[in-house]
Structure formats: structure tokens, C-alpha cells
């Protein structure tokens, strides 16, 4: 998305950048994982279309993506942003009807950054992203029926689950951004900090 490209967001544990092309060598090692690939639904790319699909999600204007870094792992390596990449996250304006409903997606795809609260301020400041920017009204997830962590996470957070496919083996959930939930995602999210990337 051009409106997140040059926006990096400092959180408590994180900093959320947007994808770019220097992070494509590390993201495309993580998507070689089946366990990765069936956990986020994702298709098997090889490098040459893992750079295209980057490219092209800069380009579209429904698809906003950040890469999460570790801030701890980033500054403990001189501000080596490969070196803290631990997932990413996103927000896709994919309903027509409803411009003011995004999908949200998150991926620790580092199994030894997972379970440090890092998943959950992503997931946080992204929502706070997709508020106060974006103007959005509803955030939709679609999970696996086997993915209990995420799951829960959801659950935790307040969405609710409003369908399911037996097909795509999928739970679709949904939070719908009441004032109170938007003052529970502006304290969740806190330290929250907008600077220019780059
Ligand atoms: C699901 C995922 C995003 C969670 O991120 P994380 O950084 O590991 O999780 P956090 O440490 O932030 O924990 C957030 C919440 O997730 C839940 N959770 C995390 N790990 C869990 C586990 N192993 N079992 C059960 N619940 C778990 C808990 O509810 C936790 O909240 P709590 O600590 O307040 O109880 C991460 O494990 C992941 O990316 N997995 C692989 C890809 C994936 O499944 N993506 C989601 C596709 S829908």
C-alpha cells in the first residue's frame, strides 16, 4: 500500500516496517515451512514470485503490510532490520461493499519469538494503524479450525466468530470497532509511535 510506505510504527516490544524488497530473502525462507504455509493458508512461491507478490503488494492500495522486528533482537544488532525480523502483518481492504471492513493476518514465523507478546502487540498497533488511518469500522480474521493459539488470541482480544467453512477447514471471526473497543485498542497498543521510514 503507498499509504503505509513510508510509515514505521515503534510499539512496546516491536517496530512495525513496511515490506520491502530487502526483506524478501528471509520472508521467502520462512514460507518454505508446510507448518507455515498451512498455518497462514499460503501458497508455495519460489523467489522470483515471492519479489513480484512484494512488489505488488506495495503497489495495491487494499493491501497494507509490515514486517514486525524484535526491537530488542533489531538494536542488539546495530539497527539491523534483517537481522530483527521475526513475522509480519497486514491489513486487507478486500470487501467492495464494506471499504471500512479489513482482514487482519499475523505470522511469528520465528518459533523462538513466539509466546513473548509479540503476535499480540502486532495485532494491536495494526488495528490502531487501521483506525486512526485507515478509518475502519470492522477487522475480520479468518483462522484454522486447528490453530488454538490463534485462536485464542482472537478470542482474547474480543473478536467473534461469525461463520465457518468445512471446506477451507476455517473460522471467519469479527470485531466490530465500538468506541470503547477503539479506546481498549489506543491503551493495548500504548507506546504507540508513528515516525517517517526512511
Ligand atoms: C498465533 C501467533 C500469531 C501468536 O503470536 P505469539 O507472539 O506467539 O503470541 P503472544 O505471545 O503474543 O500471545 C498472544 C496470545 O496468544 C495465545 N497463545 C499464544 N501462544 C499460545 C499457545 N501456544 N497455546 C495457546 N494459546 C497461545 C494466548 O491467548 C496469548 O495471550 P495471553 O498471553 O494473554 O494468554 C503465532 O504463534 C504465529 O504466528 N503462529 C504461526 C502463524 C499463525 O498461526 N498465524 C495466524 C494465522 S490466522
Known amino acids: 500500500m503507498k499509504c503505509n510506505a513510508n510509515t514505521k510504527i515503534t510499539g512496546c516490544k516491536l517496530i512495525l516496517v513496511p515490506y520491502e524488497k530487502e526483506h524478501v530473502l528471509r520472508y521467502h525462507e520462512w514460507m518454505k515451512s508446510e507448518e507455515l504455509q498451512t498455518l497462514t493458508a499460503s501458497e508455495p512461491l ?7 507478490m512484494q512488489q505488488s ?14 526491537k530488542e533482537k533489531y538494536e542488539e544488532n546495530g539497527n539491523n532490520e534483517i537481522d530483527g525480523m521475526v513475522g509480519d502483518v497486514n491489513l486487507f481492504l478486500n470487501d467492495e461493499d464494506n471499504p471500512s471492513t479489513a482482514e487482519i493476518e499475523i505470522m511469528i514465523a520465528e518459533p523462538a519469538a513466539r509466546g513473548k507478546g509479540l503476535g499480540k502487540e502486532a495485532v494491536y498497533c495494526m488495528m490502531r494503524y487501521g483506525i486512526e488511518e485507515l478509518k475502519l469500522t470492522h477487522i475480520t480474521a479468518k483462522i484454522g479450525y486447528s490453530n488454538k ?14 461463520s465457518r467453512s468445512d ?26 509511535r508513528i515516525d517517517r521510514y526512511r
Open 46 to 52: 519460489n523467489l522470483e514470485e515471492e519479489y513480484q
Open 149 to 162: 493459539p490463534s485462536i485464542k488470541m482472537f478470542m482474547n482480544i474480543g473478536f467473534q466468530e461469525i
Open 57 to 70: 503488494w506495495r503497489e495495491d492500495d487494499n493491501k497494507c503490510t509490515f514486517i514486525v522486528l524484535d
Open 167 to 192: 471446506v477451507f477447514e476455517e473460522i471467519t471471526f469479527k470485531l466490530n470497532l465500538t468506541e470503547d473497543r477503539k479506546e481498549r485498542i489506543k491503551a493495548c497498543s500504548a507506546p504507540y
